[in-house]
């Protein structure tokens, strides 16, 4: 297994979602185990290649625990045929944001995770999930927003949780997230509470991660 992890952008952050990151058990990951399980020697050293990187990853993330912290920004692990990126506190300040480090190209499987809470700026509680937003206006603003090669401009993430994407073999580029707002100027990751309707009660800053099956 080769191992490649980098760190970027970094200064002090939030503690980690519990990663819960079984990405080898999840949707076409699975697929993609049981091929390889066929091609390199069986499930046993399969299982052995898949269990190393995840704990890699969890030592470049972290793990939930009170008062721990982790760095913000990108961090990155990669074996053959598997990358995973991780985005913490991903920009909300602006409508879209390029990550120029994370490309796909045509043919390769991705798959989507996000969650935390967001600070949207206003008075009284309002912070409000990344994800799936409650609140006034919610059902127009304050969801997290992406785009992949292929798509006809940005989807909120929560219709892609879930569901692997491809991205088309005529298609390339990089990642770009984005955020739903009438005004960006006090977003951010500031003034922490429990947020509107106390949907934020006990939940990290928001953070997502993506997985891409590459071709082989």
């Known amino acids: 297994m080769v191992g490649d992890m980098s760190m970027l952008n970094g200064k002090p952050g ?30 046993a050293q399969m299982r052995i290649r898949i269990a190393v990187a995840a704990s890699l990853f969890l030592l470049v993330v972290g793990i939930s625990v009170p008062g721990e912290t982790e ?9 053959p045929g598997l990358e995973i990126w991780r985005i913490v506190e991903p920009e909300v300040r602006g409508r879209v944001k390029a990550y120029d480090e994370i490309q796909f190209k045509g043919g390769e499987r991705v798959e989507i995770r996000a969650g935390g809470c967001v600070q949207t700026g206003g008075k009284g509680l309002t912070w409000k999930r990344y994800v799936d937003p409650q609140g ?16 006809d401009g940005l989807r909120r993430i929560r219709e892609v949780i879930g569901t692997p994407q491809e991205i088309p ?3 390339s580029g990089r990642l770009e997230l984005g955020y739903e707002d009438d005004d960006y100027s006090d977003n951010g990751y500031w003034g ?3 947020g509107t309707g106390g949907q934020c009660r006990g939940v990290e800053n928001a ?5 891409i099956i590459r071709q082989k």
Request: glycine fraction near 12%; hydrophobic fraction near 30%.
């Open 71 to 79: 760095t913000v920004g990108r961090s990155k692990i990669s074996t």
């Open 192 to 194: 922490k509470d429990d």
């Open 136 to 151: 006034p206006n919610s059902d127009r603003l304050y969801h997290g927003l992406i785009r992949l090669p292929g798509m």
């Open 14 to 43: 939030t503690a980690a979602p519990a990663p819960g990151l079984i990405w080898a058990e999840t949707g076409f990951a699975r697929e993609h185990r049981n091929g390889d399980e066929r091609r390199e020697g069986g499930p």
């Open 169 to 171: 073999r005529d298609r």
């Open 207 to 211: 953070w997502v991660e993506i997985v």
